[in-house]
């Protein structure tokens, strides 16, 4: 038996204070003036030592609970021996199935050493077989025998997630302490640095750990890869479009290579790249003939003569569809605000919108089918037959932009809107009199993109009452809204309130215009901006959490459901485990295609230090805990302080109640004569 | 007037005795005049015809002159006119556990006890004692009696040890032959036997004689937190103990002093009261009054 902190032992003199208490304390009498002492006896002897057995348990207790402190927080510790015979171990086999060991057959390699621990597995020794990429988990139960250790060992499958040997070291801290026993680990792997935790710690092996590392992979790699590809998510003139991609030199020497554009397995271009040693080079396609609708798109490395081919093809979904029909109303006196909303969205998506404009006076019965959505520039009061198929066609889903100016400002509601007009302010341009933004919603999707909005001047501000159901996105200093979201029916509305004529602000000429012109193009449209490109075992958005009516259902590469029955219902977000297309189906139509790549992290075989290695391999030795002797015999060290601290609590709590009992305890006597005659005279 | 008034604390509080005299019993009075079975004053009792050697100053002159005849007019009150109080004003009476000391306390009910007569017209007188008659006010009606009354009990102060034997003789020996009401105030730290053999002479001659038995409320229930070296005030004696024995044993011993004092003086004829510093002041009083209409 030993003391971790034996130095505390020395606070063992304060046991003295509670004898001093009980026997020196308790000789000191009160000197006491009495009236008489003609009923008094003399009862020191007998007094004291009465009070001295008496108090023999308080006196008992309280000594045992402070030297029973004093030797929690010495620490204590014996150690017990364990027989060699029954240190029995667990053998684990953790496999690394993670995309860079594709390599070659480094697979196979892996699974094949792993074999050789079948040997070692038995009844009372039962191995286990762990998979590991992003995620770690064993294949099938712990096995008692060599076969199905080997069966277990043949199941493990490539995989293409990226390596994380933290999600290993949590799996394994799990295994023994689910099973109670300490474990021998034998990993096969390729010992990536990318595979290493931001935090080393994630990295600790439960006690008495062995591990072994077994590298798969040869000391030097060389690899290129296509590493990021960036190409338009939709695009609308295939001459115009444009892919580019990155392609890297990890550990190899400069080389030219060539890169083709793919569609839907055409080989569309290729082109040579010259790549710096250790270094990147990009390339650009110009011009992606495809048909409409979604294409599978890649980006390959032609004979890249690399050790590594899996990471040469990196895919992207692209989609062609015909630009998006605007509807642009204005008065016969407005023909300048259709000049800055067309600059403003061709510049922003080429050729993404097609602004077909029409005069008011003109209109009456516009054709709304295929229709984006429809702007309207100050639009005043309305003919009847066209406010009303303006509102037929909002109530059914359509968006609707409404830019309100003087004539808008002189009616009592807005057009269509139907939102009350309080009045319409005016300033002078030459008396610099204006009002600017001044709160914003940062994170609604028209705003997020309008960095300086709040240095544009609006000279004319139509005071509108956004009632209860409208949501103003922008409002001036004195709370004027500025940018209004009213939802009418299944569609929305959008409300800027000045016009779009540079007369009532100076918004079409602020570098603000653009980005707000094309967020709100793409949220009238209902358009998501993607580049339909995903890692594997990053997350897809399969629908909001408020559409959760809308059914959703994902084919994977092989063209199989990748969704339970209760995820297509309910899930918002779906982590693709392997590389390929998955299509995404969603119950109003819509559908969509993500390309989903192996993390580029795996491409870099840079390996993981010797030292770092062998500090993961210590966190697994045994500790102050443990040890084991030559013999193999392992001593395990106890230490009780745990429970002397309880038994301190326990003691504390029985000292209360006894110190109460015997201070209070004795209580009154019987009632005095006094009492007596008082209660008689009552 | 507030019962509070009654209240030794209270009293405590008001330096002039007289005045704590007449505000106990104007108090207790007032207080009583609720209760008709109470009434206190100089009722008539009856006419009865004048012999040789009566005083002149009670002969009814209105009845002798319609009638020629002297009647002596006769009171209730008459019949016991002499209150004497003996108060014991030995070291042990200077105790007190509050504000209130055992002194104090039966100052106060000596006072109001004179007042009480005084208002009555009755003859009042003090003995004020310890082991010696201290001070001594012969029992009397006169203009003045009342002050001498009050300054006698006023300057009572603790001195020395009780001793009954001394005092008791004296009042024997000087008013034997003379009925009336003794009223004596004191601890009783002395053998109950003796206490009741001492006082019960004056019974014998036809004298009421009540006692008023005073005690701190720590000397009937103490109450020590640890060992105590208890020094007695009279002796100087010194004596350790502990709050056990306080607890049990002594309790038992009081209890036994004060019943064996009730139960002597019972059966000696004497009328006897426990009071408690603690407590108010009109159950003494009311002691004293029904005494006083027993007598009348």
Redesign the interface.
Known sequence: MGFLSPWFLGAAALAGLPVWLHLLR???????????????????T???R??RLRYYALLAMRLLALLLLILAFARPYWERKIAAGSGKRMTVAAIDNSFSLRRGNALDAAKEQALGLAGKVSGAEPGIVVAFGASAHEIGQKADDAATFRNHVQAVAAGDSRTSYAELSRVLRGLAEAHRMPLDVHVYTDLQRSGMPARFADLQLPADTKIEIHDVAPKELTNYTVEAVTPPGRIFDTAKARVRATIAALHAPKATKQVSLVADGKVLATKPVDIPENGRASVEFTGLDTGYGFHRGEVRLENAGDTFPGDDVFRFAIERSDPRKVLYLHSGRDSRSALYVKAALDAAVPNAYAIETAAYETTSSPNLNNVSFVMLADPGTLPPSLENALKDYVQKGGALWIAAGGFTGALPKLPVSGLAVKESRMASRSREMFQSVAAKEPLHPVMERTAGIESVKFYQVVAIDPGASAKVLAKTADAAPVVIEQPMGEGRILILASPLDNLGNNLPLHPAFVPLLERAAQYLSRQQESTGIVAVGEGVELRAASDRAIGVEVLDPRGERALTLEQAAKATSFAPQTEGYYEIRRGNGRASLVAVNADRRESDFTRMEDETVALWKATGEPGETQRVNASGERTETVSPWWWLLLAVLGLTVAEGVAASQYLYG?G???P???EL??KE?A | MDQRFLDPHVLASISNLELVAKTVVDGFISGLHRSPKFGFSQEFAEYRMYNEGDDLRFVDWNVFARTERAYIKRFKGETNSRLTLLLDASA????SSHSVT?IDYAKYLAASLAYMAHQQRDAAGVIVFDDEVREYVTPSSRAGQFRRTMFAIENATPGRRTDFAKPFFHFLSTLRNRRGLAVVVS?F?EDPETVIKTIEPLRFRGNDVVLFHI???Q???PK????????????G???????????????G???A???AL?QKAQTAGLTY????TD?PLD?ALREFLLVRQGRA
């Open positions: 308790q000789h000191k009498t009160t000197p006491v003036h009495f009236s008489s002492l003609m009923f008094f006896e003399k009862r020191t007998t007094s004291t009465q009070r004795s009154e006597g019987a005095s004569p006094a005659a008082s005279a | 042990s009476m200077a105790y055992k601890d730290y005690l701190d409320p000397e009937v229930r020590f937190d640890g060992p105590v070296l208890l020094i007695d005030s009279e002796t004696q010194e004596l350790e103990t502990s709050p056990e024995y306080a607890a049990q044993e002594y309790r011993k009081i209890d002093h004060v019943a009730k009261h426990l009071h408690t407590k159950s």
